[in-house]
């Protein structure tokens, strides 16, 4: 059974700085790592996908890595905002047929001006 | 993709009551949808598979009789939270399953529900 455990659960920092958000799933028959940002109360928005058979995926300043090998995944979050305060989700999809997705227990990050 | 709308946001209801929660898709027929719940200051767990024109399949530890979950057509999924208690109050929320070489999950806004 899959297991999705993110490190560190809370993060707090001061503006502009860059981060390194931790993912590590025991299972690395995966299709696809995504990340997801949640801010509170509210539902998830898609950041990145990391197919399997890809290493990184960038957009803006947010760039995330994949290493099916070792099981890991990062996201690299650059010039931190305050407006990236929320906490962010890493969740595997199964290699089997359908999307059901894992999570892990996501990082709370917040950005201080 | 797929744009996936799930209705009400919040509700609050009284212990006891039922509370039924749908997740429509747009602009997709998503035969599959899965169903997810996520208590305070926890991870999403999925709690079941929504299939269209069968039986749902639940995760293990989930109660079929208590949440009752109907697919009848190809763009909603309703989520029904039978004989509600105070311990079911999460924040449930549904994904679509895109069967493309992506296979990228698109969410509903979610549904925050009370049980006073």
């Known amino acids: 059974k899959q297991e999705v455990t993110q490190i560190p659960a809370a993060l707090s920092v001061p503006e502009g700085e860059n981060l390194v958000l931790n993912c590590s799933f025991t299972d690395s028959a995966i299709y696809n790592l995504q990340w997801f940002r949640q801010d509170p109360g509210k539902g998830l928005t898609s950041l990145l996908l990391i197919q399997s058979s890809q290493r990184e995926q960038t957009s803006g300043r947010l760039n995330a890595s994949l290493d099916k090998s070792s099981g890991r995944s990062t996201l690299y979050i650059a010039a931190s905002q305050p407006g990236d305060s929320a906490t962010y989700l890493c969740a595997a999809s199964s290699n089997n047929a359908g999307n059901m997705l894992t999570f892990g227990g996501g990082t709370r990050l917040m950005v201080k001006p | 993709g797929a744009v996936v709308s799930q209705h009400p946001s919040w509700v609050i209801c009284k212990s006891g009551t039922s509370v039924k929660i749908e997740c429509r898709s747009l602009?997709?027929?998503?035969?599959?949808m899965f169903w997810y719940r996520q208590f305070p200051k926890q991870s999403l767990m999925l709690m079941a598979t929504s299939n269209e024109g069968s039986k749902a399949t639940y995760e293990q530890g989930v109660e079929k009789d208590k949440f009752l979950i109907n697919h009848a057509s190809l763009t909603l999924s309703t989520l029904t939270v039978t004989s509600a208690h105070p311990e079911d109050s999460s924040f449930y929320i549904c994904?679509?399953?895109?069967?493309?070489?992506?296979?990228?999950?698109?969410f509903g806004q979610g549904t925050r529900l009370t049980v006073v």
């Open positions: 602009d997709f027929q998503a035969t599959t």
């Open positions: 994904s679509v399953d895109v069967r493309d070489s992506k296979r990228k999950a698109f």
